[in-house]
Nanobody, 122 residues
């Protein structure tokens, strides 16, 4: 089973940028769609972005469209979430996940990472 490890979270001021990484253990990752989700305190986990396994199709939540960019490097078994123009409301634990089909739905994702904290100060 694919296991994912996120990194790159941290504390940043509003307007700043962070790049999250999501590494899988091997080439199995290259056949999975990858998604990013986030969970803020007291809120449900929500969809942020997703990318197909070849990397040609991407989905974004309206709240991050134009500010976040999802990408992947299958040669490195790694996915990325570039986050620009960060806002305090982006503060959350960010999770990467893998699914057999590209989807907005959290239920489609069967493998998850442990999460990485992103905090945006005002």
């Amino acid at each position: 089973q694919v296991q994912l490890v996120e990194s790159g979270g941290g504390l940043v001021q509003a307007g700043g940028s962070l790049r999250l990484s999501c590494r899988a253990p091997g080439r199995t990752f290259n056949t999975y769609a990858m998604g990013w989700f986030r969970e803020a305190p007291g809120k449900e986990r929500e969809f942020v972005a997703a990318i197909s396994w070849p990397g040609r199709t991407t989905y974004y939540a309206d709240s991050v469209k134009g500010r976040f960019t999802i990408s992947r490097d299958n040669a490195k078994y790694t996915g990325y979430l570039q986050m620009n123009s960060l806002k305090p409301e982006d503060t959350a634990v960010y999770y990467c996940a893998a699914a057999q089909v590209l989807s907005y739905s959290i239920s489609a994702y069967s493998v998850w990472g442990q999460g990485t904290q992103v905090t945006v100060s005002s």
